[in-house]
T-cell receptor
Framework: AQSVTQLGSHVSVSEGALVLLRCNYS??????LFWYVQYPNQGLQLLLK??????LVKGINGFEAEFKKSETSFHLTKPSAHMSDAAEYFC??????????????FGQGTTLQVKP | DAGVTQSPTHLIKTRGQQVTLRCSPK?????VSWYQQALGQGPQFIFQ???????QRGNFPDRFSGHQFPNYSSELNVNALLLGDSALYLC??????????FGPGTRLTVT
């Protein structure tokens, strides 16, 4: 079965500092991986996705993530945090054999706090 | 272009009652998935509908059922509500082979 582990339920950074949110996955087949962001009282917005091809994936709002098969990781980064980045972030993996319309298996989430 | 819409926004029910939540997918999308997000948790997959049939199902009891209509909109029904069913219910739509887009959710409170 596939699973996702997000290391650190809460991350705090200063405005302008590097953002690093960690995600490790478990999958017996090549995974499809996603990062979603959730603002308070809202649904989930797709930040970026990895399916095949280039392992460094760029998303919206200056975020990017690198797929590292050897480390089973898909960490999310942003060079310079902005106050508007404060939100809940979820890493997800797609179910085996279901491409990217299959069921998504989510991590527990990481709350990003940005201090002025 | 309207995104995924869900109704109602909030709902309060009593234990033992039944509830129906509704979802309209993004234009051009033919697949609808439902997720349950308990407070402080990541979303959990309930089921997915495609061509008016349940295509995949997560680890949820039969009290959770759904339906997809010819216009691709969908309903989630929960019978015999339990306190533990209190959660944010998220609907996501997609086109076959493409990523899922989420609606704003319905906040269900069971008292």
């Amino acid at each position: 079965a596939q699973s996702v582990t997000q290391l650190g339920s809460h991350v705090s950074v200063s405005e302008g500092a590097l953002v690093l949110l960690r995600c490790n996955y478990s999958s017996s087949v090549p995974p499809y991986l996603f990062w979603y962001v959730q603002y308070p009282n809202q649904g989930l917005q797709l930040l970026l996705k990895y399916t095949t091809g280039a392992t460094l994936v760029k998303g919206i709002n200056g975020f990017e993530a690198e797929f590292k098969k050897s480390e089973t990781s898909f960490h999310l980064t942003k060079p310079s945090a902005h106050m508007s980045d404060a939100a809940e972030y979820f890493c997800a993996v797609s179910d085996i054999g279901s491409s990217n319309t299959g069921k998504l298996i989510f991590g527990q989430g990481t709350t990003l706090q940005v201090k002025p | 272009d309207a995104g995924v819409t869900q109704s109602p926004t909030h709902l309060i029910k009593t234990r033992g009652q039944q509830v129906t939540l509704r979802c309209s997918p993004k234009s051009g999308h033919d697949t609808v998935s439902w997720y349950q997000q308990a407070l402080g948790q990541g979303p959990q997959f309930i089921f997915q509908y495609y061509e008016e049939e349940e295509r995949q199902r997560g680890n949820f009891p039969d009290r959770f059922s759904g339906h997809q209509f010819p216009n691709y909109s969908s309903e989630l029904n929960v019978n015999a509500l339990l306190l533990g069913d209190s959660a944010l219910y998220l609907c996501a739509s997609s086109r076959t082979g493409y990523e899922q887009y989420f609606g704003p959710g319905t906040r269900l409170t069971v008292t």
